[in-house]
């Protein structure tokens, strides 16, 4: 297969040992092993890779898979906690080659998917610019992971998801056909090819059903965001293809829509000891509209103290000095009498220094009768060590708890923020019953929560753990109207779990959505519609758990 492959690609092809082990991985929980490992160095090498496979998919059976044939599941990063970047067949790694920045202009840049974020983020800071939708893996993630996965993350609370910034894109669809997609009236489907007409009808036939089955939370990734393509008299497919995971087609090129940064940023720090008022403070935070609302629970802040050498990393010996210092709140608390169980980074943003001192005192006062500690950090440095806390704490759980590791898979479960005080004491009380460690960190004023377990891999119960705790929360979830998942999309962990959240009337189209955009099954699958007795199914999940050291040497 390699050597037919390396006729038509011009790319690096790699199926060695130390490779095929390393793209067995992401973040989550499984270990999938892939056949081969290409990096393609252009979209004419993705073109003619979909075509040779979309031809020869049945000519390189794999008996080992159960006979499965050819398929491409796209990679960037590797960041994916779902499982959504890991495949059986052909791996398509775009961090090689395709990471570069194709034009900008104005408030428009385009770029190839391999990009890291953190590389788009010095060019677009450098204009006075930002893409707000940043996950809290900024550091790691790359861009086409964040059109994949239709990322969010603390800023989306005021400025939304990634589909709200994507203009248009260049994808590779099944065909072998590398389309420009960007929106158009809605008066013009007569005109467009026929897959964009099959989407037109699939909607117009469906249209109270999909209207019914949109979850009523903030955001939402699970199954294909349908209820978003056609609005204001406008189609816009990339709003079905962003957050698809690479089941309908292979992105090339991605132009996104940026925001001015602003000028002054204040972040405020609150202490919370009793989680009970949490909903209704919440609520009242809201009503200043601040940029971001973000938590951290008690567990999350002692693993960053007790572990604070990864934040001190290049930071000098005066650096050092100010970072122990600046964590004198915490240890006061601590003295007088512990922990506090959550902690709130509420941050504001304006144009104007005295608007915003305004808006931080304002949101005090009106929360004073809460019986919280409020910390008002000095300046950026000091905010900086609150958000390395929060964007870093599922690395360091990684990293340094012995004997466990973390166990994505009710990781990002969402409700309404009215909802909280009743649905938080029943989660942890599901939690109980299984003796879990676990740490909680997300965006409360969402109401999405990451939740991540501990757990021990050489365990034999850790896959029945697994799938009934998955059932417990999610039902729970689906009782106070949430979503399974807010951001991090369904992969193999959560495609199972479709039909629960949605009943079969919805999978059925979305089924019909896939067969549209990918009729021979090409494209990353068992995520979002589950292959019989493969991936996307619950004994798949429990077949590739991967085992405790494999975990421990992950990506």
């Given at each position: ?6 006729k ?6 790699d ?59 796209a ?19 775009f ?45 790691m ?63 117009k036939q ?7 089955a ?27 293809l ?12 991605i ?8 000028k ?46 990864e934040?001190?990393k ?8 100010k ?6 709140p915490?240890?006061?608390?601590m ?16 144009e ?6 305004y ?10 009768n ?6 008002v ?32 898979f009710?990781d ?20 109980g ?8 960190a997300?965006h409360a004023g ?15 119960d ?16 689906l ?26 009337e919805?999978?059925?189209?979305f ?6 955009f ?38």
């Amino acid at each position: 297969m390699k050597e037919e492959i390396l006729k038509f690609f011009k790319g690096v092809a790699d199926d060695s040992e130390e490779t095929l082990a390393k793209y067995s991985k992401d973040a989550s929980i499984f270990e999938v092993r892939p056949r081969l490992v290409l990096f393609p160095l252009d979209s004419d090498d993705v073109v003619n890779l979909v075509e040779w496979v979309s031809e020869n998919k049945e000519k390189y059976l794999d008996p080992a898979k159960g006979g499965a044939g050819l398929s491409i599941t796209a990679r960037c990063a590797g960041t994916d906690m779902s499982g959504g970047a890991i495949g059986e067949s052909i791996i398509l790694d775009f961090t090689k080659y395709m990471n570069k920045m194709v034009t900008f202009d104005g408030d428009k840049i385009t770029v190839e998917p391999g990009m890291f974020y953190r590389d788009f983020e010095k060019i677009t800071l450098a204009k006075g610019l930002i893409l707000p939708c940043y996950t809290a893996s900024k550091s790691m993630n790359a861009m086409g992971g964040m059109f994949g996965n239709n990322s969010a993350g603390e800023k989306t609370l005021k400025y939304g998801k990634a589909e709200d910034y994507i203009l248009e894109s260049k994808v590779v669809f099944a065909d072998g056909i590398e389309r420009t997609v960007k929106p158009f009236s809605v008066n013009e489907i007569s005109q467009k090819e026929e897959i964009y007409k099959k989407i037109y009808e699939l909607i117009k036939q469906n249209k109270e059903e999909i209207k019914l089955a949109k979850p009523n939370v903030h955001k939402n990734s699970a199954g294909y965001y349908l209820w978003n393509v056609i609005k204001d008299n406008i189609f816009d497919l990339n709003k079905l293809l962003v957050g698809s995971q690479g089941t309908l087609g292979i992105a090339t090129e991605i132009t996104f829509k940026l925001v001015p940064v602003a000028k002054f940023s204040k972040l405020v720090v609150i202490f919370m000891r009793d989680l009970e008022p949490l909903g209704r403070l919440v609520g009242e935070i809201l009503e200043e509209k601040p940029e971001a609302l973000e938590a951290y629970d008690d567990k999350t802040l002692w693993l960053a103290i007790k572990f604070f050498r990864e934040f001190l990393k290049n930071k000098g010996f005066l650096g050092i000095v100010k970072f122990f210092w600046s964590f004198l709140p915490e240890f006061k608390m601590m003295l007088r009498g512990g922990f506090p169980k959550l902690v709130l980074l509420v941050e504001f943003a304006e144009e104007d220094k005295r608007n915003l001192n305004y808006k931080c005192e304002k949101m005090i006062e009106k929360i004073k009768n809460f019986q919280v500690k409020v910390h008002v950090t000095k300046d950026g440095n000091e905010a900086s060590k609150y958000w390395d806390i929060r964007r870093e704490s599922f690395n360091l759980l990684r990293k340094h708890i012995k004997g466990k590791r973390t166990a994505p898979f009710i990781d990002d479960i969402i409700v309404r923020p009215e909802f909280l005080p009743k649905f938080l004491p029943e989660l942890n009380r599901i939690l109980g019953e299984y003796k879990l460690i676990y740490t909680i960190a997300g965006h409360a004023g969402d109401g999405n929560f990451h939740i991540i377990p501990l757990m021990d891999f050489s365990r034999p119960d850790v896959p029945q753990v697994i799938n009934e705790l998955s059932e417990k929360v999610y039902d729970l979830v689906l009782k106070y109207h949430g979503s399974i998942t807010a951001e991090h999309n369904d992969g193999i962990i959560r495609t199972p779990y479709l039909e629960k959240m949605y009943g079969k009337e919805m999978v059925n189209i979305f089924k019909k959505v896939k067969q549209i955009f990918d009729p021979k099954n090409i494209f990353n699958p068992g995520k979002k519609i589950p292959v019989e007795g493969g991936p996307g199914t619950k004994e798949y999940i429990v077949s590739h758990i991967a085992e405790e050291h494999h975990i421990k040497h992950g990506v």
